[in-house]
């Protein structure tokens, strides 16, 4: 059973702290130190319990010694961690998987977490384990459906992703700052400047003018630059998926099992291989269209000088996210999780059950439905 007082998988529980990428990890340790003493904070907590509130929860790949820890057959679990130590990672941390073999049972044995004392606790954590990712817009979409409704600091790009991201946001927020060179009431502040600001969630007197512009009241301002970043993110989300996603598509294309071949097994594979390639497609037409309405409705303001259908584009959006972040987070979990079992550069080598079981995990995994006329 995967438990114990030190997780020997959290030799880099620092690194993961500061690094994590933000679809994989829910760091709510950081967001503990950064806002524990802010009102909205108190008010809407994520988990009422303590220690989840000071934890780190990470969609995880599972070992092949983790795999038995389930009842059902999955590559991906939802790991949460508790630091023994919140103020000194190196000690580790204590660790249990949502929905492991007694899993309410090691919730209090190894974590002290009452599963009846913290019923709402084991819903929220039930929930974010049936997510494809922990994509931040994804997750505060599905909590909301649910009657969840924690405050906004618990939706934001990590650090990381942040840096990685800046320069493609610069690129896309820059036709607005092109635009106020005719147009001094839209924005006055560099491209750079604003992308920092909309991806850190600082919205400020910078951004006022935009807001005057679109005719939105301060919540609802706060609510559409959210919004806007989340389409920032997918775009910048898509433009790194595709290129890594090439070879693994190829791969997938024209792998053959070793070893013993059944005819039924080999039939199987070639079936779950088509749906997995027309499934793919899908997704990837599912999250350009969708991405297609934000682009209409932001050329309208940039290139039109229209803002109406942006503005209303923002107010709208949020129920598009679900569909474009569910539809990345499959694909993201086929290319991560191929490119992890078969390395670059290493012969590829895979038994005929298990291919057939590996590409019965991925067609689930990807929640777009097939369209046929994508063949």
Known sequence: MA???RDRTVRSLILLDKNASTARALNLLRIWREHRDDEAYKERPFFQNAALKRSIIVKHRLRANEVDSFED???IGTKILVPIDPADLKLGARYVFVDQLG???????VLGIDPIAYSSDLKILSLIDSFPSLDPFLLREQLRREGFEPDKCYFNVADADISRMLTFAEKEIMPLVSMSMSESHIMNAGASRLAAKILSNEVDADLEPLRQVLQLGKSEFDEGAFCW??????KWQLSELIPKFKTVAAEIARIVPVGRREPAVMAQIDSSRNQIQLKIRAAFDDVRATLDIYERAYAELTQSGKPRGFREFLITSPTL????GEALAGVEHISSYWRYRFPLGREITI????LEDLFADF????????????V
């Open 363 to 374: 067609d689930s995994s990807l929640l777009v439905k097939a369209a046929s006329h994508l």
């Open 321 to 324: 996210f679900s569909r474009i």
């Open 103 to 109: 899993y309410k049972d090691q919730l209090m044995e």
């Open 229 to 234: 970043k989340a389409f920032i993110y997918y």
């Open 73 to 75: 057959l999955r590559a």
């Open 3 to 5: 438990i114990g007082t």
């Open 351 to 354: 038994k005929a059950e298990e």
